[in-house]
């Protein structure tokens, strides 16, 4: 079709995810897909007759704007009693369609035309689009490989009058690394006295290892009342593809996202909040989440621990990094081309992940499997 060229682009830089382009190459190779992160699993049985039951009841109307009363509730109760801080459902609580629209939308509520946004790289793949569109500049700090922690030094060189928001990911997405308690309490001093607003994407929040506490920006008052905490029900419960999640923030910035969120999505999947809300009441469907992706974390290690590949230690998410220097001297993007097509593992390279293509040779593997896909995926990584 010829079209005339009535627009340019608000996002030049931008293509389509590396997840999708990941697993539509792993698809079309036929190869093991451990690049977007998704459990080939199914979730609780219990879980989808919940869905079944509200459905058929005909709970399939609006649900209210800002998310079903009990599902707040269970939320505001699961938080309490792990951090010890109690949001207000009624003000202080929005279920969301996944952590990405929550992300999105607390950026639009806050971000304005010259405002600064803090980020640390690698980054998750959706912050930079929603400063940009919303007129923000991004500023880009390194996470120190090989650990990918945080350099409070250069954070505080950078934070200027213009910052009005820094987005922090504990347990952090595509590294795995976890920030401790000294990173929460030097955020803590940098931020006091300022009016920065903190988005805290916690989506990992329940998929934490060798027995660390996740610090939950909610644990720290003087964070709390800065900050959006963004949490995901597709990681804690393997239903990705239901694309649920929540955002939990003081009122004052509450109200503000949710002027956004109902004119974004007005509200979101009805059977399905019933049915968390009601699922969510035993806390033994999130509290053994730990355990059962450290076993899995710890047989896939134990697997390929032979191999050529260097493990880089995981704290916590359902990502694996393997560093190949041993192996090959290619960019991790031709890399992870190359093993999907010619050995039939998909990985995510890490350096799309940074806005200046930062290349430590690093491939990201996706662990959320069954124990044979594991396996098969450990036999061909052991024999390169
Ligand atoms: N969060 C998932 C990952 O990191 C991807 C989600 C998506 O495909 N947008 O792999």
Not at 10 to 21: A, C, R, Y
Not at 265 to 275: E, G, K, L, R
Not at 276 to 296: C, H, I, R, T, V
Not at 357 to 377: G, S
Request: glycine letters at 4%; aromatic letters at 10%; a neutral charge.
């Amino acid at each position: 079709m010829n079209y005339p060229n009535l627009i340019s682009s608000k996002l030049p830089n931008v293509g389509t995810t590396i997840f999708t382009i990941m697993s539509k190459l792993a698809a079309d190779n036929n190869a093991i897909n451990l690049s977007q992160g998704f459990p080939d699993f199914n979730c609780d049985s219990e879980l989808i007759a919940l869905v079944n039951k509200y459905m058929m009841e005909g709970k399939n109307q609006y649900a209210p704007m800002a998310g079903l009363m009990p599902l707040r509730e269970v939320i505001a109760d699961k938080i309490e009693s792990l951090h010890q801080t109690r949001y207000n459902p009624e003000t202080e609580i929005t279920i969301t369609a996944g952590g990405t629209q929550a992300i999105y939308t607390a950026i639009s509520a806050i971000i304005r035309d010259g405002d600064e946004v803090i980020i640390f790289e690698p980054a998750y793949d959706c912050y930079q689009p929603a400063i940009e569109m919303n007129g923000g500049t991004t500023v880009y700090l390194q996470l120190k490989a090989p650990t990918y922690s945080i350099d409070w030094n250069q954070v505080k060189k950078v934070i200027n009058h213009r910052t009005r928001m820094m987005i922090i990911n504990t347990p952090h997405n595509p590294t795995g690394s976890i920030l401790s308690t000294e990173d929460m309490q030097m955020l803590e001093r940098i931020t006091k006295n300022t009016d920065i607003v903190i988005i805290s994407d916690e989506v990992y929040e329940h998929i934490i290892f060798d027995s660390q506490p996740h610090q939950s920006v909610s644990r720290f008052p003087k964070l709390a009342e800065r900050s959006f905490i963004i949490s995901s029900f597709g990681k804690t419960f393997h239903t990705t593809g239901w694309k649920m999640g929540y955002c939990v923030a003081p009122a004052n910035l509450m109200a503000e996202f949710r002027k956004v969120h109902q004119f974004l999505v007005f509200c979101v999947n009805s059977p399905i909040q019933y049915a968390l809300a009601e699922y969510m009441k035993d806390s033994n469907n999130y509290k053994g989440l730990n355990k059962f992706y450290q076993d899995k974390r710890d047989y896939f290690v134990s697997l390929i621990k032979n191999s050529r590949f260097e493990i880089t230690p995981c704290g916590g998410t359902y990502f694996q990094l393997l560093n190949y220097k041993k192996l090959s001297k290619e960019k991790d993007t031709d890399y992870a081309i190359r093993l999907t097509k010619e050995n039939g593992i998909a990985s995510v390279p890490i350096s799309v992940f940074y806005h200046e293509a930062v290349d430590n040779n690093v491939l990201r593997f996706c662990f959320a499997k069954k124990e044979e896909t594991l396996e098969k995926a450990a036999e061909i990584l052991n024999k390169i």
